[in-house]
């Protein structure tokens, strides 16, 4: 497995942007397909973005034109740019590792970051 850890979590005004960051260690980095998640309270754990081995993505509608994924393979990190944020993107964001070359199933991920929350205010 892959250890995952997040920064860039933090307090936003709606329509403000953040940039969320993912360091993976431990295998090499550029077999996986990396994920962002993210869980709200009361919710379950859902699907933000995917960028895969090959550089594909794929998003969540709820997020697409918005947030971008990107992933610096010579520093073992991927990103999530969210721009034009809004007050229902407030949750716990998790990043993830698969060796799935193209999913979107938390099932499917078997390495997870600790988690960092992001709260935007209305």
């Known amino acids: 497995q892959v250890q995952l850890v997040e920064s860039g979590g933090g307090l936003v005004q709606a329509g403000g942007s953040l940039r969320l960051s993912c360091a993976a260690s431990?295998?090499?980095?550029?077999?996986?397909?990396m994920g962002w998640f993210r869980q709200a309270p009361g919710n379950e754990r859902e699907f933000v973005a995917a960028i895969s081995w090959t550089g594909g993505t794929a998003y969540a509608h709820s997020v697409k034109g918005r947030f971008t994924i990107s992933r610096d393979n010579a520093k073992n990190t991927v990103y999530l740019q969210m721009n034009s944020l809004k007050p229902e993107d407030t949750a716990v964001y998790y990043c993830?590792?698969?060796?799935?070359?193209?999913?979107?199933?938390?099932?499917?991920?078997?390495?997870w970051g600790q988690g960092t929350q992001v709260t935007v205010s209305s």
């Open positions: 431990g295998r090499t980095f550029t077999r996986y397909t």
């Open positions: 993830a590792a698969t060796e799935v070359l193209i999913t979107t199933r938390p099932v499917d991920f078997g390495s």
